[in-house]
């Protein structure tokens, strides 16, 4: 056999294995962690964790019902204000492709995203606990909300620009207005997309703890004023962590278990929701 | 089978272009082009690629204006309305000028009763047996009711490319428009796909203007009456097919009829 065919099958095949191996060296850390965390949170999972307020301080026992719930109500509130805001936004964007406000917003939206999440934290701080003087579920939800906005508007205007021109002429050529086509045509046509853009984007801040240290703050009990601190299950978990108890740290990891469940089911969801979507190409 | 028109299409009207011109920028894409469309005919543009004639028809339901900075000069008289007149709705004109493009495009969401209904659904027409009515009528006219009757509730997407096509040709009829433009209705499909909608543009027209631009010479003396030819952005001659393919009047239309370009 030719020689130099001999070293280019040599070198293929090294190649090969060694793309593989980084393959698999991505996959380790998601393993581990989900291994890890249902070792050491398993144990500590059970009726009380999902129905129970936190017991006393270094006392056995309680869980992170309320901390549950928090984070439900701040990622709805997140929701509340990201997807209106990003999905409105990023329709402008691909609409009005070129007009100075959607360049400049743009770049705003991908600095946006690139921006520490405490910083995010600080914004919704300034904005709003500070008048306020007292911390809030509110602020917690703006600061997600805010953290949303920019994945929320960029996913839904590369989706929306990929709907042909043609199914958009196919319905002003109908004589339906330009208003009425962007709302009944095109963003169905891009609906499934758009919400999966939604999903990783609420899969991502429903983990976020930093914009919510000093915004939601946290809290030991149940509240439902949405101008009161609320518990969250990214605070409890540090909170957890960081104390000296051996069942609170448990409890901690138990937490983050759950946390990443919810995250994964949302992700799941996503792709469910990607698979629904019509060809656009 | 004789297509069932009755009630869908009312009443029609011819076109007449005065002196239009369109840019695009700064690209002078038609250069005054003047034509009378008569009513309940099939008019033909023919012309090499590049030549205008898909602009000139976009003009005629003010599908033009869309693409940035597209201009349109001269005026262009629907019946006895100027479409380019002060406060002209385009949606309007919209409505009474249908449109069917070179690639079918069924809305991708949609079953094929909602492509169907699309046009008077989405203006607010909530009566559902209304939309049957029109969904029924509008199938029929554009000879799809059979093939398509079971299976209404299916994606407009599935059927098949000439299917596809004639569902466009029934969404544009069910709002009753008044005259009907196709631009190169048939350049996507294969030669019996082809055959049924020029069959199907002939038919129409006992009812309803049909201005159908196309680059196949042989498509438009099979279908049409009146022929225009385009080169340049310019109108070159218009007359009955037939004496423009046996006698053209000019050099350049005889030229391009007898593929010395093109």
Known sequence: MDRRYQVRRATNALMAAVTFGCTLLVLTPLVVILAFLARTGLSALNGDFFTQLPGAAGEPGGGMANAIAGTLILVALAAGIGIPIGVLGGTYLSEFASTRVSRTARFTADVMNGIPSIVMGLFAYVLIVLPMRHFSALAGGVALGVMLIPTVMRTTEEIVRLVPQSVREAALALGIPQWKTMLRVVLPTAAAGIVTGIMVGVARVAGETAPLLFTAFGNRFWNRDLLQPIAALPIQIFAYAISPFDDWHRQAWAGALVLVTLVLLVNIMARYAAGRQVKLR | ?262
């Open chain 2, 1 to 262: 089978m004789e297509p069932q028109k009755a009630g869908l299409i009312d009443r029609t009207t011819g076109i007449q272009a005065e002196d239009v011109h369109a840019w695009f920028d700064r690209l002078h894409a038609l250069r005054g082009i003047s034509m009378t469309i008569p009513e309940r005919k099939v008019t033909a543009i023919i012309g090499p690629s590049g030549c205008g004639k898909s602009t000139f028809l976009r003009c005629l339901n003010r599908m033009h204006e869309l693409v940035p900075g597209a201009r349109v000069a001269g005026r262009i008289l629907l019946g006895e309305e100027e479409i380019y007149g002060n406060g002209v709705d385009p949606v309007v004109i919209r409505r009474r000028v249908g449109m069917v493009f070179q690639k079918a495009n069924p809305f991708p969401t949609m079953s094929i009763f909602d492509n169907a209904a699309a046009g008077l659904h989405l203006a607010g027409e909530r009566n559902r047996r209304t939309l049957e009515t029109v969904v029924e009528q509008s199938l029929r006219a554009a000879v799809l009711w059979d093939e398509v009757k079971d299976r209404l509730q299916k994606p407009g997407t599935s059927l098949s490319g000439g299917q596809q096509q004639r569902l466009c040709i029934a969404r544009a009829l069910a709002v009753s428009p008044e005259v009907l433009l196709m631009d190169e209705p048939a350049s996507a499909l294969d030669p019996a796909s082809t055959l049924r909608i020029e069959e199907l543009a002939r038919d129409l027209a006992k009812d309803i203007t049909i201005v159908i631009v196309t680059h196949n010479m042989q498509q438009a003396a099979r279908v049409s009456e009146l022929t225009g030819f385009f080169l340049d952005g310019e109108l070159i001659e218009f007359g009955p097919t037939n004496e423009l393919f046996t006698r053209p009047g000019d050099r350049r239309t005889e030229d391009y009829i007898t593929g010395r370009f093109g």
